[in-house]
Antibody
Framework: EVQLVESGGGLVQPGGSLRLSCSTS????????MAWFRQAPGKGLEWVGF??????????EYAASVKGRFTMSRDDFKGIAYLQMDSLEAEDTAVYYC????????????????WGRGTTVTVSS | EVVLTQSPATLSLSPGERATLSCRAS??????LAWYQHKPGQAPRLLIY???TRATGIPARFSGSGSGTDFTLTISSLEAEDFAVYYC?????????FGHGTKVEIK
């Protein structure tokens, strides 16, 4: 069974930083777009960003709400996707999920067929 | 940006009843629409993609229909594990967008 496991969440002060990790197993990680989503308390799912496979340039795309503050990267050898979050704001408080595109080698993700259970980020003083 | 409007916001039903959830797009997304199920503390789960294709391992009581701007997710007979929040997501346009969800709760 393909699995994703997020880690790295926690409590951080406004203006601080955190790095989330998304560890994978049992699939050819490097071929897939990996995406990040979040769910703030009482809200729905919000797309945060995604990173393309290296074969498709490896470029990330970000939601406007996090652009310039969040950075995505990937280590295909280890099968880990990262979300570096800087200049955190209270509005970034959420459960963060990573997810895999349903198809390999897409340029914009299609649908997300594997998700992790999420890691909680709380931004508060 | 394509806005997806889901209705109703909450659906109160009993086990065994039929659930009909709606997702309306602000412009056509062809058949490029998915449905996800999300329970508290769990990973979201892809149910349906391309409007009507069940994802791997999804029971036959879940079905999707529609095209263009109007889509429906039907759960033919609710089981205890089906009470959750359901989201639609489109891939017809960039950026991809999600609806705000329909909560299916036990009546």
């Amino acid at each position: 069974e393909v699995q994703l496991v997020e880690s790295g969440g926690g409590l951080v002060q406004p203006g601080g930083s955190l790095r989330l990790s998304c560890s994978t197993s049992r699939f050819t990680f490097g071929d897939y777009i990996m995406a990040w989503f979040r769910q703030a308390p009482g809200k729905g799912l919000e797309w945060v960003g995604f990173i393309r496979s290296k074969a498709d340039g490896g470029a990330p795309e970000y939601a406007a709400s996090v652009k310039g503050r969040f950075t995505m990267s990937r280590d295909d050898f280890k099968g880990i996707a990262y979300l570096q979050m800087d200049s955190l704001e209270a509005e970034d408080t959420a459960v963060y999920y990573c997810a895999r595109d349903i198809r390999p080698r897409t340029y914009y993700y299609y649908y997300l067929d594997v998700w992790g259970r999420g890691t909680t980020v709380t931004v508060s003083s | 940006e394509v806005v997806l409007t889901q209705s109703p916001a909450t659906l109160s039903l009993s086990p065994g009843e039929r659930a009909t959830l709606s997702c309306r797009a602000s412009q056509s997304v062809s058949s490029y629409l998915a449905w996800y199920q999300h329970k508290p503390g769990q990973a979201p789960r892809l149910l349906i993609y391309d409007a009507s294709t069940r994802a791997t391992g999804i029971p036959a009581r879940f079905s999707g229909s529609g095209s263009g701007t109007d889509f429906t997710l039907t759960i033919s007979s609710l089981e205890a594990e089906d009470f959750a929040v359901y989201y639609c997501q489109q891939r017809g346009n960039w950026p991809r967008t999600f609806g705000h969800g329909t909560k299916v709760e036990i009546k």
